[in-house]
């Protein structure tokens, strides 16, 4: 249990340092965290409208931030470049994210154009079905999505990193709330990048 603890800190202060340096990241950060945590709400009584949440705004606003607004050359911060960073990332990089988001983006337009999915489900009826149906391929994508990392981990890494990184992405919108919550009153000060100066002190 300590090895699990002590991977899973490092594991999110590793992903702090690295990729949350944008103030707009982090304020978007907080802004998906919020969302999540609704979702993980809603997920109890319609998992469908959950996902529609949590991949229609808690992700694009999550994302967004990464692919926008964090800075993509070397980090003076941590003395490394961007390169390494996405090699050495525990989670998904910037090109496994493309990956899934072309498939998250893909869903909308393979449900209109087939409903009933070559006869694998019933076909919705409306927009309101559609939507529906949206909402469920996108949970099953954020669970396979989640599956497929924690496994791939086991095999390259080890089980406890896999584990632990598992833990932290369902955790990470109690997390982020906390941790960035302040981001936005830094933002309108005119404070586009943290300063990190608590990077080079204790943890």
Do not use: C
């Not at 959950?50 to 692919?67: C, D, E, P, V, Y």
């Not at 910037?94 to 209109?112: E, F, Q, S, T």
């Not at 990392?149 to 932290?168: D, M, P, S």
């Amino acid at each position: 249990m300590s090895a699990f603890l002590e991977t899973l800190k490092t594991q999110r202060w590793d992903d702090h340092r690295y990729y949350h340096q944008s103030r707009i990241n982090q304020s978007l950060h907080f802004v998906s965290a919020l969302s999540f945590l609704v979702a993980y709400v809603v997920v109890f009584f319609d998992p469908a409208m959950a996902a529609l949440i949590g991949w229609g705004i808690g992700m694009t606003t999550r994302q967004s931030g990464h692919f926008f607004f964090e800075p993509k050359g070397y980090d003076h911060v941590n003395d490394a470049s961007f390169e390494h960073k996405e090699a050495i990332k525990v989670g998904y990089n910037l090109g496994r994210k493309v990956v899934l988001h072309a498939v998250w983006l893909a869903i909308p337009l393979v449900l209109w154009l087939a409903p009933s999915l070559g006869g694998l489900i019933e076909p919705a009826v409306g927009w309101q079905g559609w939507l529906h149906d949206v909402g469920m391929a996108w949970f099953a994508l954020g669970v396979a999505g989640l599956l497929f990392r924690t496994v791939q981990l086991f095999f390259i890494r080890n089980v406890t990193e896999g584990l632990a990184w598992a833990t932290k992405i369902l955790t990470d919108p109690f997390h982020d709330a906390l941790l960035y919550r302040h981001a936005p009153l830094a933002l309108l000060r005119g404070e586009l990048i943290d300063p990190m100066h608590h990077v080079h002190g204790p943890r």
